[in-house]
Nanobody
Framework: VQLQACGGGLVLAGGSLRLSCVAS????????VGWLRQPPGKEREFVARISGDGRIISYVDSVKGRFTISRDNAKNTVYLQMTSLKPEDSAVYYC???????????????WGQGTLVTVSS
């Protein structure tokens, strides 16, 4: 499975961005997908995860109410809608996929290349 993440950029605090993760897999609907981020000098962390059918979703507490993960399996795409962005949201954002739900970031088998999000104050 090849993943391509895009949609990052520079935005003012309080602004919005939508990230997209496009996958090459024919059976994309069977893959759980996660968005993770790595701020400069910090560990990579989960942001949001979604099951293959979209019924199971989870978010890290710091983005609840501001970010929304969704997927369109007909387009082989998972989205991360980010609103009310804060400077601390600045990071390289990665999408990752796995045939089963994962608990640890290291359990994802497939990774996209990352897209940079910079939120200025």
């Amino acid at each position: 499975v090849q993943l391509q993440a895009c949609g990052g950029g520079l935005v003012l605090a309080g602004g919005s961005l939508r990230l997209s993760c496009v996958a090459s897999a024919r059976t994309f609907s069977s893959y759980a997908v996660g968005w993770l981020r790595q701020p400069p000098g910090k560990e990579r962390e989960f942001v949001a995860r979604i099951s293959g059918d979209g019924r199971i979703i989870s978010y890290v507490d710091s983005v609840k109410g501001r970010f929304t993960i969704s997927r369109d399996n007909a387009k082989n795409t998972v989205y991360l809608q980010m609103t009310s962005l804060k400077p601390e949201d600045s990071a390289v954002y990665y999408c990752a996929a796995n045939p089963t739900w994962v608990v640890r970031a290291s359990d994802y088998d497939f990774w996209g290349q990352g897209t940079l999000v910079t939120v200025s104050s």
